[in-house]
């Protein structure tokens, strides 16, 4: 397994909070004008666009709860 450089084996270890990349990540929602697009957010800046679906950004798995 490869990791992004500068971060190490120990990555998985650390707190979810050390474990963001500064980057786009993909949300679940289609552009509803554009529908090859999908909204993202961007975790350095927190800005919100959109890009093309063939795009490469990240994912964050997350879980509803009650």
Do not use: H, L
């Amino acid at each position: 397994m490869s990791y992004p450089q500068g971060i190490g084996v120990c990555w998985a270890e650390r707190p979810s909070s050390e474990r963001v990349i500064a980057s786009n990540y993909w949300s679940s929602t289609t552009n509803a004008n554009n529908p090859d697009n999908a909204w993202n957010v961007n975790f350095n800046n927190g800005n919100v666009n959109n890009n093309n679906k063939s795009n490469n950004n990240y994912v964050r798995c997350v879980r509803g709860g009650k």
